[in-house]
């Protein structure tokens, strides 16, 4: 069973647009919202992460928007450039003491043209 | 500081056949897991450690064994090769205990193709 749900497949955006990605829960225990960045060939690197205590936090062009009510997350990508291009995986875990158990969506590919 | 490592990067394996995969930390991290990555079907963990010593199952535990020696060391081992076993690899570490930091950190990742 999908616990997180991860939408598009696939995202073509222009250089300079929003790149706009979305996840869906349905464990209301999670309480620890990362994304992660992959390219070709390279592990899955920490991008942002969220706790449910906020509804949005913003690292540099990269913004998640949490909604706890709708059990969805979304990150954004304001100002897009071609070296955004990758793979992009949300997730979620229950917090217990560091172990965190991330449960992955499907992943996302990102392809940002000139 | 070479963060989380793996070897080896590729392998190819006939069905049957036994390997193991090695993952090594410089990081001083509590934790350890082993994933794999499948198309379309994103990280799913395999078995993960809490300390050294030991071990637990994930999600997909089922032809696959484990074991954590040393803090730094998380092997995984395939006893008899299948070829539902060909996937992409990847052993992440977290949880620094002095700076009370959980970020997952993912190794490079071995691609296995069982024949």
């Known amino acids: 069973q999908q616990q997180v749900k991860q939408s598009p497949q696939s995202l073509i955006v222009q250089k300079g647009g929003i790149s706009i990605i979305n996840c869906a829960y349905e464990n209301t225990a999670f309480d620890y919202f990362p994304w992660y960045q992959q390219f070709p060939g390279k592990g899955p690197a920490l991008l942002i992460a969220i706790r449910p205590d906020v509804s949005e936090k913003k690292e540099g062009r990269f913004t998640i928007s949490f909604n706890k009510s709708a059990k969805q997350f979304s990150l954004h990508i304001m100002d897009s450039q071609p070296g955004d291009s990758a793979t992009y995986f949300c997730a979620a875990s229950v917090s217990n003491f560091g172990n965190e158990k991330l449960t992955f969506g499907t992943g996302t590919r990102l392809t940002i043209i000139p | 500081n070479a963060g989380v490592t793996q070897t080896p990067k590729f392998r190819v394996l006939k069905t049957g056949q036994s390997m193991t995969l090695l993952c090594a930390q410089d990081m001083n991290h509590e934790y350890m897991y082993w994933y794999r990555q499948d198309p379309g079907m994103g990280l799913r963990l395999i078995h993960y450690?809490?300390?050294?010593?030991?071990?637990a199952k994930g999600e997909v535990p089922d032809g696959y064994n484990v074991s954590r020696l040393k803090k730094q060391n998380f092997l995984l081992g395939l006893e008899s090769a299948a070829p539902s076993q060909t996937s992409v690899y990847f052993c992440?570490?977290?949880?620094?205990?002095?700076?009370?930091?959980?970020?997952?950190?993912f190794g490079p990742g071995t691609r296995l193709t069982v024949t």
């Open positions: 450690s809490v300390g050294e010593g030991t071990t």
């Open positions: 992440a570490s977290s949880y620094d205990r002095d700076l009370n930091a959980y970020e997952q950190y």
